[in-house]
């Protein structure tokens, strides 16, 4: 081949190299900048962290009664404890609010009695438990969530004399360690009869 042909085909790849080149500018100009992969790791970990919950506190063994059998617990605790019934709800609202609260308290470990905490305590931890576990309705009260305790037969509780003043001790605890709850509440529809009471401690001796 002549140094002349050489010349040219020489100039010939030169075009085509800079033509590509001119390419290869043109497609990086409408990419999109590469995102640093740690920003990407950081949304993978803020997304896990807005969408992770943590599971309600709940008792396995917890067994539940069915609704005619609520139905005749809390009439047994009703008749125990006439100061119970309310003028305020009405029968089906009132029920209702034991009915929720009884769940809560099966899931609740026991143990001596516990005064260390107010019952309005007590009846917050109800609620905002009954509404994680999508129990409706979720708001109870201290009438509620007394005859519950009553109900379920297994759990110490102090005398009722004053309710609802100074009786917030309770053979609870406010999650499900401890003691399981038993299905004590069939012996109370067996002989609707209520656990007594138990002297209250010595900070709230009445």
């Known amino acids: ?16 190299s800079a033509s590509l080149e001119k390419q290869v500018a043109v497609l990086k100009a409408s990419k999109p900048p590469a995102e640093d992969r740690s920003v990407e790791a950081k949304r993978v970990v803020e997304h896990r962290g807005v969408t992770i919950t943590p599971m309600p506190d709940q008792n396995p063994s917890f067994v539940m009664p ?10 047994i605790v009703i008749a125990r404890y006439p100061q119970f019934t309310t003028h305020v709800q009405p029968p089906g609202e009132a029920f209702d609010g034991f009915r929720c609260a009884f769940p809560r308290i099966g899931h609740l470990g026991r143990d001596k009695l516990n005064d260390k905490l107010a019952l309005v305590t007590w009846i917050d931890d109800a609620a905002l438990w009954l509404r994680d576990n999508q ?8 009438r509620d969530f ?3 305790v009553l109900a379920h037969g297994d759990v110490d509780y ?7 003043f100074d009786c917030s001790a309770f053979g609870l605890r406010r999650d499900s360690t401890g ?7 069939r ?4 002989t609707k009869r209520l656990r007594d009471p ?5 900070s709230i001796r009445l």
């Open 158 to 164: 102090i005398p009722l004399d004053r309710f609802p």
């Open 179 to 185: 003691r399981p709850a038993t299905d004590a509440w």
């Open 1 to 16: 081949m002549k140094a002349r042909d050489l010349e040219k085909e020489l100039a010939s790849l030169r075009e085509t």
């Open 146 to 148: 007394v005859c519950a």
């Open 66 to 75: 069915s609704g005619e059998e609520l139905g005749r617990l809390h009439e």
């Open 135 to 142: 129990v409706y309705p979720n708001r109870v009260t201290v």
């Open 198 to 202: 138990v002297p209250p401690p010595r």
């Open 187 to 190: 012996a109370v529809l067996t």
